[in-house]
């Protein structure tokens, strides 16, 4: 759909991996509502999307920088010319040490390659601040069964560090670190990030990208801004898992594991709306 006058424009680039080198890993769900996602922000958002398929880690580093220098397709992408930047993750992923330079370990949100690789999201995310435009960031991807050990965290002003204290997993001693990773304050400037805390297979399709896609085709978008379907997006998965569905999953699975979706907001508009 073309944008009307006055119409907010988005640019979107879609990185989605379904097959992977070692076939068992293959997410053969994950591209269908991935493509109605693509087609609900051409058709209500006016946005140009741009989808990526099956991208080894290296592959994904080079789409991310051809989004920032307006190089995704050969005419019709450079960000100067839209109001706001999305990019849209979906592949495995896991929450993984690092060191920073100090050699401190810590622990961060990393995605899969079809390589079987990792990279950390906000090192793939980061450079969009180089566009000068409100960022919106959707990750759909495991985020380890980690995240539901029993943790201490220990916050030493740098990043968030974890350490598993029992092996059994129970939901009244796990404590998350959700709202208070402090490398979000470091590499989200001007973004706004959705993702979930689902463990295991629970994030291979569900549930992110079916739930945006309803909010975007039910809301009236001409007074709506990214925040709030975000924070629709987690209403949703929050009403469905918390009833013990959510994909058909039992409800014994889910209880020693919060499920829910977040989103970290560090926009430098109060407000980024997409009409």
Known sequence: ????????????????????????????????????????????????????????????????????????????????????????????????????????KHITDVIMGTDEDFVQIYSLTKPLTKTGKPCAIVSQACRGDQLAAVCEVMVDGDATSCQQTREKVRLTDRERTENTC?????????????????????????????????????EDLSNTHVENLFAKTCQKVKEEYSSGKGDGTEEDFLRDRKVNAIYYNKLLEPRVFLQ
């Open 182 to 218: 402090p490398e979000f304050d470091s590499y989200f400037d001007n973004q706004i990030m959705l993702c979930a805390s689902l463990p295991g297979n629970q994030s291979f399709r569900y549930p992110l990208i079916p739930y945006l896609t309803e909010v975007l085709i039910n």
């Open 1 to 104: 759909m073309d944008a009307q006058p006055g119409q907010k424009k988005l640019l979107c680039l879609m990185i989605v991996n379904h097959e992977f080198d070692d076939k068992a890993r293959n997410r053969e769900d994950a591209i269908k509502p991935a493509k109605k996602l693509k087609k609900t922000l051409e058709k209500r958002c006016a946005g140009k999307v741009v989808l990526k398929e099956n991208l080894t880690v290296e592959k994904m580093k080079t789409a991310v920088d051809d989004l920032v220098k307006g190089k995704l397709e050969a005419r019709g992408t450079d960000p100067a010319d839209f109001d706001s930047v999305w990019l849209v993750l979906s592949s495995h992923g896991d929450w993984n040490y690092f060191r920073d330079s100090d050699n401190q």
